[in-house]
C-alpha cells in the first residue's frame, strides 16, 4: 500500500521558519515528479512547488518563490519543503503528491498519490 505521510507542520509567529517532510512508503518515487500543495481555510487546494523526478528542476507559485524551498532525497524517499519569512497568509493545510508519470513533469490531475496532510498556522 502506497502511503504519503506528511510531518513538520505547527504554529508559528509571522517571519518564523519551518521545514515540512513527506515520507513516502510502498514504493519508490525516484522517476517522478513530486510536489506540494496546500489548502487555506475556506479555499481551494492550490500548488506550491514541484520538483522533477531528479531534483533538477523546480517550480513555485508566485506567492512563495524567493521564500520556500522544494527539495527531495530518493535515496530516503523523502520529499521536503523548506519555508522562510512565514507570512500569515501561508496558513493551510499542506499536502505532499506523487505523480504517476515517470520522467517528466506531470499535468496537476496526474498527481495520483497524495498524504493527509500537516497543518501550518502562521500567527501575525
Known amino acids: 500500500q502506497v502511503q504519503l505521510v506528511e510531518s513538520g507542520g505547527g504554529l508559528v509567529q509571522a517571519g518564523d521558519s519551518l521545514r515540512l517532510s513527506c515520507v513516502a512508503s510502498g514504493r519508490t518515487f525516484s522517476s517522478n515528479a513530486m510536489a506540494w500543495f496546500r489548502q487555506p481555510p475556506g479555499k481551494e487546494r492550490e500548488f506550491v512547488a514541484a520538483?522533477?523526478?531528479?531534483?533538477?528542476?523546480?517550480y513555485y507559485a508566485d506567492s512563495v518563490k524567493g521564500r520556500f524551498t522544494i527539495s527531495r532525497d530518493n535515496a530516503e524517499n523523502t520529499l521536503y519543503l523548506r519555508m522562510n519569512s512565514l507570512k500569515p497568509e501561508d496558513t493551510a493545510v499542506y499536502s505532499c503528491a506523487a505523480s504517476g508519470v515517470a520522467f517528466r513533469m506531470p499535468r496537476r490531475d496526474e498527481y495520483i498519490y497524495w498524504g493527509q496532510g500537516t497543518q501550518v498556522t502562521v500567527s501575525s
Open positions: 520538483i522533477s523526478w531528479n531534483g533538477q528542476s523546480t
